[in-house]
């Protein structure tokens, strides 16, 4: 059984280009969550997709969007990147915005550098 | 966000149990406590969750102290494949994960 599949796994893009990463959940999940992990530091939540919507947000610009699919996977996109957007993006399955069962099932996640 | 208080690092010998404290004096009623642990160059692994009873998994056990206000992770026979990164994580109504630093998990063979 898939996990989550994240793609690609490794990009570089020049400062002020714009990123798209994507996401394909878990079989049976139907929530994704995306988080930002810089080097030596926990993970940050981003947003929550959930019935193709937005539902939750933590604190980042709206540089950040993202999309939800019909199949339930997802896209985040980064808009005018900074060097500081240089990070680990991880994305996060679960049945429910709660992942009242099994928790969250993480990917590897995409590194991405900004130069 | 209500926060975890987690020891920075942690020893072990391989076959030894483990236990991880963590410490959430601010949780609320409706928190759950989840467990995720995090290997070099992977994204974050759930380990346990639970609300206020322990509970039990192939992986390990989750001791929630009566008042909620701490609990520890139990790994019953530590690995060298267990040296990881524990998050302690409080999931509350709004259903993000708010990490902290974690505990960094040394296993010495």
């Known amino acids: 059984d898939a996990g989550v599949t994240q793609s690609p796994t490794h990009l570089i893009k020049t400062r002020g280009q714009q990123v798209t990463l994507r996401c394909s959940p878990k079989s049976g999940h139907d929530t994704v969550s995306w988080y930002q992990q810089a080097l030596g530091q926990g993970p940050q939540f981003i947003f929550q997709y959930y019935e193709e919507e937005e539902r939750q947000r933590g604190n980042f610009p709206d540089r950040f969007s993202g999309h939800q699919f019909p199949n339930y996977s997802s896209e985040l996109n980064v808009n005018a990147l900074l060097l500081g957007d240089s990070a680990l993006y991880l994305c996060?399955?679960?049945?429910?915005?709660?992942?009242?069962?099994?928790?969250?099932?993480f990917g590897s996640g995409t590194r991405l550098t900004v130069v | 966000d209500a926060k975890t208080t987690q020891p920075n690092s942690m020893e072990s010998n391989e076959e030894e149990p483990v236990h991880l404290p963590c410490n959430h004096s601010t949780i609320s009623g409706t928190d759950y406590i989840h467990w995720y642990r995090q290997l070099p160059s992977q994204g974050p692994e759930y380990v346990i969750h639970?609300?206020?009873s322990n509970v039990n998994n192939r992986m390990a056990s989750l001791a929630i102290a009566e008042d909620r206000k701490s609990s520890t992770l139990i790994l019953h026979r530590a690995t060298l494949r267990d040296a990881a990164v524990y998050y302690c994580?409080?999931?509350?109504?709004?259903?993000?994960?708010?990490f902290g630093k974690g505990t960094l998990l040394t296993v010495n063979p």
């Open positions: 639970g609300l206020t």
């Open positions: 996060a399955s679960s049945r429910g915005q709660g992942a009242r069962d099994y928790g969250y099932t």
């Open positions: 994580i409080l999931r509350g109504s709004n259903y993000k994960l708010t």
